[in-house]
């Protein structure tokens, strides 16, 4: 396999530098910061204009569903992507995808042409968060990776947390036009630091392909134990405000402040404390501190322990998004980067899907508490096969 000095050569980075000065590095953290808020700032305004435009609430869904099933099909295609094309390129195409089309909206305000810009969004943001993972992974050491994914995912969660609240709060306050001009061009403004990414790693010709990763128990299994914990994060990202909705929606938007602040938190300190103590320690922690979190939902009455579950849910979250993916990078050579990232990604985005309409159709039959104790069992269950991962490994 290629030393971590060779894969660097290209970009000018002398590999015994600590990986902060890494040039290429920073370059993917500006550009994915860029692409990412981007994303976030139209994120729950394009459904809103959907329906300022007559789309129905089924349309208002339909907007964000094509969005993520046009991100979870091209994730299936980017490993082979990412061998045609490189990772410069790919990611100067995702930017230009998330940027550009916004500002057809203005301008085309039927319902088909809203969902033909959602379709090239989502192209985007599956470029975008495959190669900004894969690059973070393939230019530090090996011993660093946590930590670099880590601060990936630190940078990559920010704008969910700033730019959300953001854009609706533009577009209230100067309409939808200034938003969708603000959105295309923060992505846009990536395509700046773009040079400074490597074209490509030195990655040997025989790569791992998507089939050959979804047949492998080895990614497989931390993939589908972080499924379970991502449909969890669906749930509550989506029927959170739903079950406070008489008269506490302001608590409901501070426990879901403080969910996301927790995960981007413990996303990096999982990064530090893995490169050093291993990252197969934080996974089983990570399930009961989710579990455990979920399970606070059903004492609705009492605002601490939701407060206070959100908090625990948050840091097991981010603690098993970074060691998931970790685990995923060290069973793969650096030719299956793009395929381990490609996987965990999708386990990421179908995770949030389905937990969001399997609970919406559980809570009917059974109302929200016994739903969300269901869901904190289901994350439990996923000790068993996560400590046998620990034990196979």
């Known amino acids: 396999m290629s030393s971590f000095a060779d894969c660097l050569a290209p970009c000018g980075v002398p590999a015994e530098e600590p990986f902060l000065r890494n040039r290429a590095l920073l370059a993917m953290f500006a550009t994915t910061f860029a692409g990412m808020t ?3 700032l139209l994120f729950s305004v ?6 300022t435009r007559g789309a129905s609430e089924i349309g208002a869904g339909l907007v964000t569903g094509l969005l993520m099933l046009s991100t979870v099909g091209v994730e299936l295609v980017m490993p ?3 061998r045609w094309f490189g990772y410069r390129l790919l990611f100067a195409v995702g930017l230009f995808l998330l940027g550009a089309p916004a500002l057809l909206l203005p301008i085309s305000a039927n319902m088909p042409a809203i969902l033909v810009v959602c379709l090239a969004r989502g ?8 190669v900004g ?7 530090v050491p090996a011993q660093r990776r946590g930590e670099a994914l880590g601060l ?15 854009g609706v709060w533009l577009a209230n306050s100067f309409g939808f036009t200034a938003v969708f001009i603000a959105g295309a061009a923060t992505a846009l403004s990536g395509l700046v630091a773009i040079f400074a990414l490597p074209a490509k790693t030195d990655t040997p010709a025989a790569s791992i392909g998507i089939l050959t990763g979804l047949g492998s128990p080895a990614l497989m299994r931390p993939a589908m134990i972080f499924l379970t914990v991502a449909m969890a994060a669906g749930i509550i990202t989506t029927f959170l405000p739903i079950a406070f909705s008489d008269g506490s929606g302001g608590f409901a938007a ?11 938190l413990a996303r990096w300190l999982a990064g530090r404390f893995g490169d050093r103590h291993g990252q197969s320690r934080l996974v089983i922690p990570a399930l009961a501190a989710s579990s455990l979190g979920v399970m606070a939902l059903v004492l609705a009455d009492n605002s601490f322990l939701v407060l206070t579950g959100m908090l625990a849910f948050g840091a097991g979250f981010g603690a098993l998004q970074n060691a998931s993916l970790s685990l995923m990078f060290e069973r793969v050579p650096k030719s299956g980067y793009d395929t381990a990232s490609a996987l965990w990604n999708l386990a990421y985005d179908a995770g949030y899907g389905i937990g969001a309409v399997a609970f919406g159709v559980l809570a009917v039959q059974t109302g929200y508490a016994t739903a969300f104790a269901l869901t904190a069992a289901v994350i439990l ?9 620990v034990r196979k490994r």
Do not use: E, K, R
């Open 381 to 389: 269950a996923a000790v068993a096969p996560a400590w046998f991962d």
């Open 80 to 82: 082979q992507l990412t």
């Open 152 to 166: 990936y995912g630190a940078v990559s969660s920010l704008p969910a947390i700033a730019a959300l609240p953001l």
């Open 46 to 51: 394009v459904p809103l204009y959907a329906m």
């Open 38 to 40: 981007g994303f976030y």
């Open 254 to 264: 501070l426990a879901l402040f403080a969910q996301a602040i927790t995960t981007t």
């Open 133 to 139: 993972a894969a690059l973070a992974a393939a230019l």
């Open 123 to 130: 192209m985007g943001l599956a470029i975008i968060v495959v």
